[in-house]
């Protein structure tokens, strides 16, 4: 097993995929490494990658006019970064900094998209699972809006 | 000093004077009052007393002091009514006035043998803070010992030099994440609920113990769930309008439950249902 099908198949976001489905995603998967400091992508860019972090922490960032950018939130090793490049115009939204060293497995987003298209069942998959993730990330976002912790007032 | 349980009630409605020795600022709103009472204090972690400003009024405020002390005991007050503005407001030297500890505390001996996961979101942090003294007072009994912390930005986080104290410490893991920040924050971005799944507990031999404001808990709740660990194995802590702190009032009464007698901890899945009763 190649070291890049192992990693793809310990992550908690692939889990549940066949082994030929896997095998497509590892052959177009490669992992990098990302300098702390370094800007993964920025606003407005074209959303040319998909990326899994495999270890560090990642800050997703609004860059504010005059002011420090605000981080939005954070995600870590395991977590999807970003699904921009997933639905035109495949542009990123926020600014994606490594907060620490960070590795990533990285998906060309245009072979990505073709294999999606191509073979429905691992499309299917695909959209499951980030459909999840998004799902579970306008959750936590509700419930800031709530002020989860101060009661409202 | 006698326990609750032993008193009477006249006793039990009679607050015993405790003299302010420290008043600690944790964030713009909330301090931690450092009070020596009158006699030795015993107390459990998450019971409850009433604090009595004199001439203002009474209000129930959770313990957050080390249970094993007995010569002070330590009041978390957030200002945000009449009364806990002027206990916020108190001077070293001051008098309160404190009656209890009331209620049922957190059963952490249920918790020895296993894990302990460690819930708080804002000022909630205060009524679970004494269960890390207890936990590390005992630290051979328990397994992993996870603390995570929700807060809306770094400057509202409670505590935050004992978090730092706690992380730096080999035997306990903390973790605190931030609703949002700025580049000073070098910690989680995101709801508390988000660092459940990646805690190092193990789901089926962990005990939890939460704390913060009701939707908070439910959606903590919600998320142990969803991580496998066992709904009579999560424990919260309700606050509710407490007077007279003995069950005598009816104030407090949550459902069929007297916060003040019955609580204020109770066993998630035997009040679940009424965190989904509007207007309880």
Redesign the interface.
């Given at each position: 097993m190649s070291n890049t099908m192992a990693q793809i198949k310990d992550l908690k976001f692939f889990s549940g995929l066949k082994r030929r489905h896997l095998e497509v995603l590892a052959a177009l998967a490669k992992e990098i490494e990302v300098e702390k400091g370094t800007y993964i992508f920025r606003e407005g860019d074209d959303a040319l990658r998909c990326l899994v972090v495999l270890s560090g922490?990642v800050?997703l960032e609004l860059p504010m006019q005059g002011r420090?950018?605000?981080?939005?939130?954070?995600v870590?090793?395991?977590d999807v970064l970003g699904w921009s490049w997933l639905y035109p115009p495949h542009r990123w939204t926020f600014d994606a900094r490594a907060?620490t060293d960070v590795t990533a497995l990285v998906f060309d987003a245009e072979q990505l998209r073709a294999v999606k298209d191509s073979d429905h069942e691992l499309g299917f998959q695909l959209m499951t699972r980030f459909g999840k993730v998004m799902v579970s990330r306008l959750q936590?976002t509700r419930?800031?809006l709530?002020?989860?912790?101060?009661?409202?007032? | 000093m006698a326990t609750a349980t032993e008193l009477s009630i006249p006793q039990l409605l009679d607050p015993m004077p405790c003299v302010v020795r420290a008043v600690n600022r944790e964030t713009h709103d909330t301090i931690t009052l450092e009070v020596e009472p009158a006699e030795p204090y015993h107390f459990e972690p998450g019971q409850i007393t009433m604090v009595y400003k004199h001439g203002v009024g009474e209000i129930p405020i959770s313990i957050s002091s080390d249970p094993d002390r007995h010569d002070r005991i330590s009041q978390t007050v957030r200002g945000?009514g009449a009364v806990s503005k002027a206990i916020i407001a108190s001077h070293p030297g001051d008098v309160l006035g404190i009656r209890g500890p009331f209620g049922v505390g957190w059963p952490i001996d249920q918790a020895e043998g296993g894990d302990v996961a460690i819930i708080g979101?804002?000022?909630?942090l205060a009524p679970l803070r004494s269960i890390v003294y207890r936990v590390l007072n005992r630290r051979d009994r328990f397994g992993a010992v996870v603390i995570l912390v929700?807060?809306?930005t770094p400057k509202?986080i409670v505590f935050a030099e004992e978090l730092r104290e706690w992380g730096s410490r080999f035997d306990i893991d903390v973790n605190v994440t931030v609703?949002?920040?700025?580049?000073g924050?070098?910690?989680?971005?995101?709801?508390?609920?988000?660092m459940i799944p990646?805690a190092p507990w193990d789901s089926s031999k962990v005990t939890a113990f939460v704390c913060?404001?009701e939707?908070?808990m439910r959606?903590t709740a919600r998320a142990l769930r969803e991580d496998d660990v066992p709904m009579d194995k999560v424990y919260v802590t309700m606050e509710r309008n407490m007077q007279c702190g003995v069950g005598l009032c009816g104030h407090c009464q949550w459902g069929s439950h007297f916060v003040c007698r019955e609580g204020p901890v109770f066993r998630y899945d035997t009040v679940a249902e009424l965190f989904r009763i509007r207007g309880v």
């Open positions: 922490d800050a420090d950018p605000r981080t939005v939130q954070t870590h090793d395991g907060v936590a419930m800031r709530m002020d989860l912790y101060g009661n409202g007032d | 945000v979101g804002g000022i909630g929700g807060a809306r509202d609703d949002t920040a700025d580049r924050w070098h910690g989680p971005v995101g709801v508390v609920t988000n990646r913060g404001p939707v908070m959606f």
